[in-house]
């Protein structure tokens, strides 16, 4: 099998077709396109979500805070609280491990999400140090979003630049090699994006203004979440590739590695849709909190294509991330 997530099809295939119990107050459950599950508790309800960090070993406690409270915000709330599962190889050390756990505490701390417990655990299962964590935000009903029918000619906002994350995770792996290629202000853009990798205020402002769906850009890039976003709904898409905002940085560090930076990894990257109307609010808001965003399409009736300067190209299902492709 190809390293990373698993494909779609295959997860429909194992997962989410075997799945016949249905609890009446889980609201959103398994399936495609969804990054979150949504369960009702009277008046309020309950965001629930979980991540593993595994493809990289740096910054790791960092990121399993922001990646999993990213999943919480596409529903428009924030978390508020994180548990931890730690898989610790036999040949770590102490060291290694307070190091991550020190990175959690911190982000959590910093972000105002409160460390509820988990588990640590020493096992040869593992041949580097495994972290999965699972956030938890909650909401009145009338503030979540559940994710409304889109329909064609819905909007789809992009926040931040394409490959965020795959750009800082390949820079922190290969930086000897990439420190070669870069420059000053390319380096001082990598650390921009390194501190640009929660969409917690995306999430709250775009769901505050009308959102009607949200999806957290991770594994597959953003060319994926708009082809898992469309197929969800029973659409297509049609993107223009010069709308889609790179940092020269990711593109000099992509063009190194012979890969797609729209379809390398994006964690701080919200994929949000919309109404011409409530976009254009959207829009405004997030400018008002000084987050780069724009329209990089809309959705169409029929397949999932992007413009660019050479032509029109479809938009294959997502397969493995390219970010993999650097270390292959």
């Not at 906002?157 to 420190?179: P, W």
Request: with cysteine.
């Amino acid at each position: 099998m190809e390293v990373g997530k698993i494909s779609n099809e295959l997860l429909e295939q194992i997962v989410f077709s075997k799945i016949k119990y249905r609890h009446p107050d889980v609201l959103v459950g398994s399936g495609l396109a969804e990054d979150c599950s949504l369960i009702s508790f009277n008046d309020e309800i309950c965001v629930v979500s979980t991540d593993p960090i595994t493809a990289t070993a740096n910054n790791i406690g960092r990121l399993s805070v922001l990646v999993s409270g990213n999943d919480v915000a596409t529903k428009g709330v924030k978390p508020f609280a994180i548990m931890v599962t730690l898989l610790i190889p036999p040949e770590a050390s102490i060291e290694d491990v307070k190091g991550v756990i020190e990175e959690i505490i911190e982000v959590a701390n910093d972000m105002e999400v409160e460390l509820i417990g988990g588990h640590t655990e020493v096992t040869d299962a593992v041949n580097r140090i495994v972290v999965s964590a699972t956030s938890l935000g909650k909401g009145k009903k009338n503030q979540v979003v559940y994710g409304k029918k889109i329909v064609a000619g819905d909007k789809i906002i992009m926040t931040k630049y394409a490959g965020c994350e795959g750009t800082v995770i390949l820079y922190d792996d290969f930086r000897e090699q990439l420190d070669e290629i870069l420059t000053g202000s390319d380096k001082d853009e990598v650390e921009i994006l390194r501190g640009s990798l929660s969409v917690c205020d995306d999430g709250v402002v775009a769901g505050q203004r009308g959102a009607k769906y949200m999806h957290d850009v991770t594994e597959g890039g953003v060319l994926g979440a708009v082809w898992e976003t469309a197929q969800k709904f029973g659409l297509g898409a049609m993107i223009d590739q010069e709308k889609v905002p790179v940092m020269e940085s990711t593109q000099k560090i992509a063009e190194y590695f012979s890969i797609d930076p729209l379809k390398l990894i994006s964690s701080g990257v919200m994929l949000i849709a919309a109404g011409e109307e409530d976009a254009e609010s959207i829009l405004k808001g997030l400018d008002d909190k000084n987050i780069n965003c724009g329209i990089i399409g809309e959705f169409v009736k029929g397949e999932c294509l992007i413009i660019t300067p050479k032509g029109t190209n479809t938009i294959n299902p997502p397969e493995s991330d390219d970010l993999y492709k650097a270390y292959s």
